[in-house]
């Protein structure tokens, strides 16, 4: 006879608790169950009075997944050096060998689940800037909303030590999932009211761009990605979820996230997958090369001709295809790459795009595809370890987590991590958008401004700025 899921549930808690016992130490206990939702953004905002500060946000360009996270039970974060990768991981796994999990199991981006990400750089200098995130942040959610495909999942996780008591946890779950079901209906979202934008620094960004072409022309360098920053002021603090909204809304074939630590967040609409694994499968993008869109269709469909034509966008893509191609080949039984590249048209901007999959050798695991990855031509320059160090000598920016990789992983080995761009720091009624570009040898300063500010314009236009034409 099939037991009610409150046995089930209680019996799962005895057993985590038990565990915790005999390992005299704590031991993460995951209940997975059907719901019915169909708007996890209200999901994200019912948590906001709770659980500010804790939340995160993911929803692929196929809205094939959507995850909202809701508390933290777990943090992990690692040393900022080489084995940053390698030391998340680990942790990872060690929290999954000793875990407990009942209710719905199987499915992918469904508890537990691991949700976070690294900076481009570790060996840069933090500054207040970024000194909520650290070099590197990941969490286990207490309450999660995954909706894959049609069907929404609510996972509630929860960190069981030896004396915890099944009975006041039961409580504690049946009171919080009765409070985040209640508050699924939401609320009209306001406004952030801008009050002012400010370039940060340009003329000593064209500068460095003139410097950097000049080095270019007589070493080693082939490429290197600068990026910028400008600044936004708000009348109040800015709404997090007003601007996933807009970003929802105005970027449909990008990935939208969020992701909090302490009062600040990161959120943003990147169109760049770094790493897509389902079991055995691969999945990256290749993404550089870019122009803005055409004000009528048919100057659109020239500027795309143009950019699927011009030498120096080919070069730039070219870089990132044979990069990642080459690090799919070296943990791959099989990789596809297309021979030539097609256009990715978004709102603001248009790219050239390879899609490239592969199947990948037994037990590699979604953070070694990360770690070999990142960064990518597209988003530090070549050589790649040259490229790096110039970055953090002259770009005059801590980049912190702009176009460093942002995902998750489940306890199946799934997992997906996007490239950290298109994206903003929002701080109480501040926020600092960022955009790059790729430097070679025939780059003009001004043009690379411009490419950087039409850049800034998908988070501009979410935010309520004025767009860079």
């Known amino acids: 006879?099939?037991?009610?899921?409150?046995?089930?549930?209680?019996?799962?808690?005895?057993?985590?608790?038990?565990k915790a016992k005999d390992l005299n130490g704590q031991v993460l206990f995951s209940h997975i169950k059907k719901i019915n939702c169909n708007n996890p953004l209200s999901f994200y905002q019912a948590g906001r009075e709770r659980y500010a500060g804790e939340r995160f946000f993911w929803e692929d360009p196929a809205k094939d997944i959507t995850i909202t996270g809701l508390g933290n039970v777990k943090k992990l974060q690692a040393a900022s050096n080489a084995d940053r990768y390698r030391e998340v991981e680990m942790s990872w796994i060690k929290l999954q060998n000793a875990a407990v999990k009942t209710g719905v199991t199987d499915v992918e981006a469904t508890g537990p689940l691991l949700f976070g990400g690294f900076s481009f750089d570790y060996e840069t200098n933090s500054t207040l800037l970024w000194n909520q995130f650290g070099d590197n942040l990941f969490y286990i959610p207490a309450?999660?909303?995954?909706?894959?495909?049609?069907?929404?999942?609510?996972?509630?996780?929860?960190?069981?030590?030896?004396?915890?008591?099944?009975?006041?946890?039961?409580?504690?779950?049946?009171?919080?999932?009765?409070?985040?079901?209640?508050?699924?209906?939401?609320?009209?979202?306001?406004?952030?009211?801008?009050?002012?934008?400010?370039?940060?620094?340009?003329k000593e960004w064209k500068?460095?761009?003139?410097?950097?072409?000049?080095?270019?022309?007589?070493?080693?360098l082939d490429k290197i990605v600068l990026a910028r920053e400008l600044r936004l002021v708000f009348e109040r603090s800015i709404d997090s979820e007003k601007v996933l909204e807009q970003l929802?809304?105005?970027?449909?074939?990008?990935?939208?996230?969020?992701?909090?630590?302490?009062?600040?967040?990161?959120?943003?609409a990147t169109p760049e997958r770094l790493i897509k694994k389902q079991g055995n499968e691969v999945f990256s993008t290749c993404l550089a090369g870019s122009m803005g869109r055409g004000k009528t269709e048919e100057e659109d469909?020239?500027?795309?001709?143009?950019?699927?034509?011009?030498?120096k966008n080919l070069q730039e893509h070219q870089y990132v295809v044979s990069m990642i191609s080459n690090a799919f080949e070296a943990v791959c039984e099989k990789v596809i790459v297309p021979t030539e590249p097609k256009l990715?048209?978004?709102?603001?901007?248009?790219?050239?795009y390879t899609p490239v999959r592969g199947i990948c050798n037994e037990g590699v695991t979604i953070f070694e595809f990360v770690e070999n990855l990142h960064p990518t031509?597209?988003?530090?320059?070549?050589?790649?370890?040259?490229?790096?160090?110039?970055?953090?000598?002259?770009?005059?920016?801590?980049r912190g987590f702009y176009a460093g990789p942002l995902g998750w992983v489940d306890a199946y080995g799934n997992g997906e991590f996007a490239v950290g761009i298109r994206s903003a720091l929002l701080q109480d009624n501040e926020a600092s958008l960022f955009a790059g570009c790729g430097v070679v040898e025939d780059s003009t300063p001004e043009s690379e401004f411009q490419e950087t500010g039409i850049k800034f314009n998908p988070m501009l236009s979410a935010l309520g700025g004025n767009l860079n034409e």
């Open 344 to 352: 990715m048209k978004n709102r603001h901007i248009q790219h050239l």
């Open 377 to 398: 031509p597209a988003m530090g320059g070549l050589p790649k370890e040259e490229a790096v160090a110039r970055i953090r000598e002259i770009e005059g920016l801590e």
């Open 248 to 268: 929802i809304a105005e970027q449909p074939l990008s990935y939208i996230f969020s992701l909090e630590a302490g009062g600040d967040c990161f959120v943003g």
């Open 207 to 220: 500068q460095t761009v003139a410097e950097a072409v000049e080095e270019i022309k007589t070493t080693d």
């Open 1 to 18: 006879m099939a037991i009610s899921e409150e046995t089930e549930q209680f019996q799962g808690l005895a057993s985590a608790i038990q």
């Open 143 to 202: 309450f999660m909303l995954s909706l894959v495909g049609e069907q929404a999942y609510l996972t509630t996780n929860l960190l069981c030590s030896p004396d915890d008591s099944e009975k006041l946890f039961i409580d504690m779950i049946n009171e919080r999932e009765s409070f985040l079901i209640e508050s699924l209906n939401g609320t009209e979202l306001r406004a952030n009211t801008l009050v002012k934008q400010k370039e940060v620094k340009p």
């Open 301 to 311: 469909a020239c500027l795309g001709n143009e950019l699927l034509h011009d030498q």
